[in-house]
């Protein structure tokens, strides 16, 4: 029926077609072949970003770091790897353990992820805020979740971070020794992890010349062991945190005052505390994020990139935009961009129309008529 063709049998093989058709495609992993998919965690792509430039009338060459593409989804498997094996090098932990951790649910994954393959449990305390999304992720990955108030302070007795504590006493009162918080907040090897691999990554993808690099911060591990990387390397390098409105970890500190609530919905970034791994004067200057910005540059990436990267990596890309402005970066010089986590983790959040127009981030879409070819 109507000219189609697709049902008609190959007459003969030579229909097929001829070796010179295909194409071999120029090999990018080496470590194709794993031993467990931990090995997937690192060596991720630096893509450029050549259509949104373009949109953006920006000169330079805007990359970005596709951290979504780790093996559990963001760049918190690098760490929840590292302090693992860390522990275990230094006789602290061995499997069949607890491994408890406060988190705004990256972390929790990527140990949750290490903690199947390795043999550990683990229990992860994050706050309401934090979406289902990662809640179900945690949870087939056999983790044990305990949500608490989005509202408590970070000191106050029902945050997350005082649950954790209290829940790892109680088990080693019954088991002594059989419960640990690694403890992104302050564990060396969550910024060293970035030192040792995600900015050693950059620096040997873009054969050690980096201008600008710009990464929001929640733990601030990511940015500071990035930018003592940067700094020995590309001492010449401009490294921009970002904080969102309604956190208190950019400076100057008049920068973080604000008239509205505290709250914001991007999940992962920002704090009510300044933690111990975030050497904040690493950093050479500080923006400011805002929800709607940020969902938005988050779409346009998706849209016009095909980058499929959660709701910090729009809060980045907004103010790398912006600094790349400020700073006037030129042809030829390169920014580079983190991209934290994936869409994965927000497909009921600001994937949807319905989310986003509720909260005021974007207007109704005019018409959801069919487009004629569907007619
Ligand atoms: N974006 C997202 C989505 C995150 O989960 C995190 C980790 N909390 C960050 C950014 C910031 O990373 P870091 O803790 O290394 O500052």
């Given at each position: 029926p109507h000219g189609c063709t697709y049902l008609k049998p190959l007459e003969t093989q030579s229909e097929l077609p001829s070796p010179h058709h295909h194409v071999k495609k120029e090999e990018r992993h080496s470590n194709t072949r794993c031993e467990t998919i931990l090995d997937m965690i690192g060596n991720t792509p630096l893509v450029h970003l050549k259509n949104l430039s373009q949109?953006?009338?920006?000169?330079?060459?805007?990359?970005?770091?596709?951290?979504?593409?780790?093996?559990?989804?963001?760049?918190?498997?690098?760490?929840g790897l590292r302090m693992i094996e860390e522990a275990e090098k230094a006789g602290q932990i061995k499997p069949g353990d607890y491994i408890i951790e406060p988190t705004s649910g990256n972390t929790g994954i990527?140990?949750?992820?290490t903690c199947a393959v390795k043999g550990?449990?683990?229990?992860?305390?994050?706050?309401?805020?934090?979406?289902?999304?990662?809640?179900?992720?945690?949870?087939?990955?056999?983790?044990?979740?305990?949500r608490t108030p989005t509202s408590a302070a970070f000191d106050a007795p029902n945050s997350h971070i005082s649950e954790a504590q209290r829940i790892k006493e109680r088990l080693n009162a019954e088991n002594p020794g059989c419960a640990h918080i690694l403890d992104q907040y302050t564990n060396p090897y969550n910024p060293i992890a970035h030192?040792?691999?995600?900015?050693?990554?950059?620096?040997?993808?873009?054969?050690?010349?980096?201008?600008?690099?710009?990464?929001?911060?929640?733990?601030?591990?990511?940015i500071c062991g990035i930018a003592r990387k940067i700094k020995e390397k590309c001492p010449d390098c401009k490294v921009i945190g970002v904080d969102p409105v309604g956190s208190i970890l950019a400076l100057p500190d008049q920068m973080n005052e604000f008239s509205g609530p505290g709250f914001y919905e991007v999940e992962g970034i920002g704090y009510d505390f300044i933690p111990t791994v975030l050497d904040r004067f690493h950093v050479d200057a500080w923006f400011k994020s805002i929800d709607k910005e940020s969902f938005k540059l988050s779409r346009q990436l998706i849209k016009r990139e095909g980058i499929l990267c959660g709701g910090s990596s729009g809060s980045s890309t907004y103010c790398a935009i912006e600094a790349i402005k400020k700073y006037g970066l030129k042809e030829g010089q390169n920014a580079v961009i983190i991209l934290p986590d994936s869409i994965r983790n927000y497909m009921t959040k600001f994937l949807s129309d319905e989310w986003m127009v509720a909260r005021g981030f974007m207007e109704a879409p005019i018409s959801d008529k069919d487009p004629w070819w569907t007619n």
């Open positions: 949109d953006y009338g920006i000169k330079c060459n805007l990359y970005a770091k596709c951290e979504y593409l780790n093996a559990g989804g963001s760049v918190k498997d690098r760490i990527g140990l949750a992820l550990y449990k683990c229990i992860i305390v994050m706050p309401e805020k934090m979406s289902k999304e990662k809640n179900d992720v945690l949870k087939a990955l056999g983790a044990t979740i305990i030192y040792d691999g995600t900015a050693e990554e950059i620096i040997n993808q873009l054969n050690g010349k980096v201008d600008l690099i710009v990464s929001a911060a929640g733990t601030g591990g990511t």
